[in-house]
């Protein structure tokens, strides 16, 4: 079991950055795939970048590629995502996930309680 806490969502300009963070605990963070899924309102969850339990494999939806960037430090537990040049659609709940595999299906692996993350036009 793994318990993972996201932070620094909140409301930025359309063009501006934000870095989300994931802290996880209990079990080590290195011994999952991790990464970052999103949900607005009335819509499904979508995938939006994994990385793999070293760091030396990513995965990132086609939406967000040259725009987002994951990263993860396994010796502090957690998992970023910088989010540059963020447009009004990025507008969603952001969570953590926390997984045994890359493979971006949604129903999988472990959950944050997400941050919300406001992009105004």
């Known amino acids: 079991q793994v318990q993972l806490v996201e932070s620094g969502g909140g409301l930025v300009q359309a063009g501006g950055s934000l870095r989300l963070s994931c802290a996880a605990s209990?079990?080590?963070?290195?011994?999952?795939?991790m990464g970052w899924f999103r949900q607005t309102p009335g819509k499904e969850r979508e995938f939006v970048a994994l990385i793999s339990r070293s760091g030396t494999s990513t995965v990132s939806a086609d939406s967000v590629k040259g725009r987002f960037t994951i990263s993860r430090d396994n010796a502090r537990n957690t998992v970023h995502l910088q989010m540059n040049s963020l447009k009004p659609e990025d507008t969603a709940v952001y969570y953590c996930?926390?997984?045994?595999?890359?493979?971006?299906?949604?129903?999988?692996?472990?959950w944050g309680r997400g941050t919300q993350v406001t992009v105004s036009s």
């Open positions: 209990g079990r080590t963070a290195s011994a999952f795939a």
């Open positions: 996930n926390a997984r045994s595999t890359l493979a971006t299906h949604v129903a999988l692996g472990y």
